[in-house]
Nanobody
Framework: QRQLVESGGGLVQPGGSLRLSCAAS????????MGWYRQAPGKGRELVAV???????DYADSVKGRFTISKDSAKNTAYLQMNSLKPEDTAVYYC???????????????WGQGTQVTVSS
């Protein structure tokens, strides 16, 4: 089943903005972290941003100052606000959550199917 569902990707011009959303569903008893990864053409997957249960965040150097990760704990949803987008931000963006479902005995990583972000003029 689809535990994580991403939305908000699309085509945007350089300098533009997009906001990605990632909603976790299911009977969740805890979420340690939610994060965003991306895979650009010809590149490996990289961590873009992560937010932990206490609210602390980390960002890839390439997006610092431009991207902001946030969450709405009541909705089990994470967001990635992307500003000043550059062509090199073009990638498939994947949501990740380290969380525990009621049917499991430990926390594991769940992944969304990805949403395409294309930055082009």
């Amino acid at each position: 089943q689809r535990q994580l569902v991403e939305s908000g990707g699309g085509l945007v011009q350089p300098g533009g903005s997009l906001r990605l959303s990632c909603a976790a569903s299911g009977t969740i008893i805890g979420i340690n972290t939610m994060g965003w990864y991306r895979q650009a053409p010809g590149k490996g997957r990289e961590l873009v941003a992560v937010i932990r249960s206490g609210g602390s965040t980390d960002y890839a150097d390439s997006v610092k100052g431009r991207f902001t990760i946030s969450k709405d704990s009541a909705k089990n949803t994470a967001y990635l606000q992307m500003n000043s987008l550059k062509p090199e931000d073009t990638a498939v963006y994947y949501c990740n959550a380290n969380m525990r479902l009621i049917s499991e005995t430990y926390y594991i990583n769940y992944w969304g199917q990805g949403t395409q972000v294309t930055v082009s003029s």
